[in-house]
């Protein structure tokens, strides 16, 4: 026991014995406890390394109210519910499975542990314990396709995506949105990497997409290997998952940063109100999940004005991309005027927008 | 200038006694690690090698990480008693879980009785598949097997990974990498309720007793220890040495093969990106940790389960880093091999001039190869 628990532990005691009541008011201060589980190292400055700080934020937050442990570099296979389900034992009250491999572990566990509360983020399957979250990374995105394209002088925008799941591909069509609107004479050029994190494949990427012209390079993967091919090559980047101007300073534009705090926070605090109810969460600029740490002074003021504008509009729901009329890019007509697309259709999306010269990959 | 000089007769009682006496002073080394980082080093201790298999639960975990790295190990210790380097178990093992995937996928709306031992066979024919390059590859071109193998592990890994992202992909599963999940026909029966203790473990088991019997009772398995001892007796005594290489590698193999499938039909029940998180490579220092021998290889498949979940454990209990599991892998295999190379070796302090130290590298090297055989 810790010795301000101990103060505390006597502090109740004796108030109890001296008002007469037993030890429940003890009782309620024991912290309650959050695990964690990470499918990276929490140094890989990326994904995992955003829901550290998320953790972090919720301890700084709580302080001794709360108890967090994580286990970090955890395989997507036969492992992870080995990890999760030891977490679930050791007591631990909300349980954050943060990568989408997680998802059947942590389906199987959450309906052995009816009484302890599941977050799995990014994945689609829900239980009465088992919730999930995602952040609306597009919103960010849309920000950095406008700035993108004011930057570009060969107007040839480069993209790395990593695999082609509905995220991504809301992605990289609401880039083309923003090209699109802000620029129509700038191309949108999409390379598939098939990882979120080889700092050698993404390198790779970036410097063919710049040998055929690109100058703004976007990037959906985790490692800042594009950013430093960008920096040596006086071409420009967009960080992504955490800030990543200090990668190169002269090529980073902005960095379009998933907060996981606020979210951590929001859903703890709702444990100890005991009002957590399983929902699939999907959060954006509004709420604080996703955030533009500041623009590089390279942009000219006028670029940078625009795009906190766009900001501020995305946060009152005046600026949303997914407005039809949108055709699909072999022409269909996909959201008709007047109508938006949902989340819930967002979340399945899998045709390209109108202007992307590419397929999706099989 | 340190010199090291036969000891002659090698010691059969020290050649055992060797990884008891690494997995000693592995655990001393971590007791100083653990008092340096301020971490109460008992605690520590009891909470890495104890507290993961305290209960019923946790035997059964211990179970379930070791079935793939015994199936695995216990293969190699066939090989390597030939003297054939097999480093492909990982992708032997990648391919058994695949093929067993492709099978598994075939029959996701049938709950027949024949549909698992199909997976598994196709399990195994992706591993014999996989190992049986190799093994072409070594006896009509004479191919370096450490080589080739190695090679072939990212190969596999990426097959996996394109039909994972490709062909077999889960229609339903919005394009992320997984596939649908198996039928329950197609899933290893638990052999123990309320634990994921599977039918892969009895297989393993039956694995292990099989290849003793092969090893010490067979005519086979003396063929394939004296090819291991020594190539040219081999040849002169009659053995067809292909046949054997063949026999040997298709042999461990199919047992990755089977350790895959099993990964895929069991605790996880579905295709996904990452099967193994290395047991194949985990399991060439079980085999040499046990002594190419059935019995060290069962202690030595559980010891190194054990590290895996401990470090899990120390994760969880102590918030101690994850390197910490690689960091007692790596001292207990650095043990072990020190430990057979004094076993083997004295040292003798010399005055010798630097001429010679090219030639103490290279005793040193022989040391350690031959300990390992």
Same mark, same amino acid.
């Given at each position: ?22 030890? =429940? ?25 955003q829901h550290d700080q998320g953790r972090l934020s919720a301890e700084a937050h709580f302080g001794d109210k709360i108890k967090t442990t994580y286990v970090e570099n955890v395989a997507e296979g036969a492992d992870a519910e080995r990890v999760i389900r030891n977490l679930a034992k050791a007591g631990n009250d909300i349980i954050f499975t943060t990568s989408f491999g997680f998802m059947n572990p942590t389906v199987k566990v959450a309906k052995q542990f009816p009484n302890v509360k599941f977050e799995h983020a990014t994945g689609y399957k829900l239980s009465d314990n088992l919730g999930t979250y995602v952040s609306k990374t597009y919103e960010g995105r849309y920000v950095a396709g406008y700035v993108a394209s004011q930057m570009t002088k060969t107007n040839k925008i ?5 695999? =082609? ?20 004479? +700038? ?9 979120? %994190? ?30 430093? +091919? ?5 071409? %420009? ?9 200090? %990668? ?51 942009? =000219? ?10 900001? +501020? ?8 991309? %997914? ?40 | ?7 002659g007769e090698r010691s059969r009682l020290m050649s055992w006694l060797s990884p008891i006496l690494a997995a000693l002073l592995t655990m001393l080394t971590g007791l100083v690690l653990f008092t340096l980082l301020g971490v109460d080093p008992w605690q520590a201790l009891t909470t890495i090698l104890y507290k993961p298999i305290a209960d019923t639960y946790g035997l059964a975990e211990l179970a379930v990480k070791a079935t793939p790295i015994l199936l695995c190990a216990i293969g190699l210790s066939v090989v390597f008693k030939a003297q054939i380097w097999n480093i492909g178990a990982e992708g032997q093992l990648l391919m058994g879980g695949l093929f067993g995937s492709y099978m598994a996928l075939q029959f996701l709306d049938n709950d027949s009785g024949y549909v ?23 006896? &009509? ?63 393993? *088991? ?51 093969? *089977? ?39 069962? *202690? ?14 120390? &994760? ?15 001292? *207990? ?41």
């Open positions: 026991m810790k010795r301000r628990q101990f103060h505390k532990l006597l502090a109740g005691v004796v108030a109890g014995a001296m008002l007469g009541l037993s030890v =429940p008011a003890v009782h309620a201060e024991e912290p309650l406890k959050v695990g964690f589980v990470y499918v990276g190292p929490i140094g890989d400055h990326g994904w995992s390394y480069g993209y790395i995506a990593s695999f =082609p799941i509905p995220e991504v591909i809301r992605d990289i069509n609401t880039v083309q949105l923003a090209l699109a609107k802000y620029n129509p004479n +700038a191309e949108l050029k999409i390379v598939w990497v098939n990882t979120w %994190f080889d700092p050698g494949k993404e390198a790779d990427a970036a410097n063919a997409m710049m040998d055929q012209g690109v100058d703004v390079i976007l990037q959906h993967t985790d490692s800042p290997a594009a950013m430093q +091919a960008a920096e040596r090559r006086g071409a %420009f980047a967009v960080g992504q998952a955490s800030d990543m101007t200090h %990668f190169g300073p002269k090529a980073h534009l902005l960095s379009v940063v998933d907060e996981w705090g606020p979210h951590y926070i929001n859903r703890i605090q709702a444990v100890m109100d005991g009002s957590w109810k399983s929902s699939a969460m999907v959060e954006g600029m509004k709420e604080g999940a996703i955030v533009i740490p500041g623009f590089n002074e390279s942009i =000219p003021a006028d670029v940078t004005a625009k795009a906190k504008e766009l900001i +501020a509009g995305i946060k009152d729901g005046s600026v949303y991309p %997914f407005t039809g009329p949108l055709k699909d890019n072999k022409g269909e007509m996909k959201v008709p005027e007047g109508t938006k697309l949902t989340f819930a259709d967002l979340e399945k999306m899998d045709w390209y927008v109108e202007g992307i010269k590419a397929e999706i990959p099989k | 200038m340190i010199k090291l000089e036969p000891r698992l031992p199909m997976v598994l066979l196709a399990g195994v024919a992706g591993g014999l598949f996989w190992a049986g390059i190799a093994a072409i590859l070594k006896v &009509q071109f004479n191919t370096n097997e450490i080589l080739t193998t190695i090679m072939m592990n990212y190969i596999a890994l990426n097959i996996l990974l394109w039909a994972v992202h490709g062909p077999l992909k889960d229609p339903e599963g919005f394009n992320f990498p997984e596939s649908a999940m198996f039928s329950q026909s197609a899933i290893l029966p638990v052999l123990i309720d309320d634990t994921r203790v599977h039918f892969g473990l009895a297989l393993a *088991l039956l694995a292990v007793v099989a290849i003793w019997v092969l090893m010490s009772r067979s005519f086979v398995g003396f063929q394939i220890r004296v090819l291991g001892l020594d190539r040219s007796a081999a040849r002169l005594s009659g053995f067809r040495e292909k046949r054997l290489i063949y026999f040997a590698l298709l042999l461990s193999g199919g047992l990755a093969g *089977l350790a895959g499938v099993g990964e895929v039909a069991g605790p996880i029940g579905q295709l996904i990106p990452s099967i193994s998180p290395g047991y194949g490579y985990a399991a060439i220092i079980v085999a040499f940790l046990g002594r190419l021998h059935p019995l060290g290889i069962v *202690l030595a498949t559980l010891l190194m389960a054990l590290l895996y979940m401990g470090g899990e454990m120390a &994760q969880i209990e102590l918030g101690l880093p994850l390197a910490l599991t690689s960091l007692f892998q790596g001292l *207990l295999l650095f043990y072990l091999l020190a430990c057979d190379v004094l076993i083997g070796f004295r040292l003798r302090l010399t005055t010798s001039k630097p001429a010679t130290a090219p030639a103490a590298a290279v005793a040193t090297d022989t040391a350690v190869i031959e300990a390992r055989g």
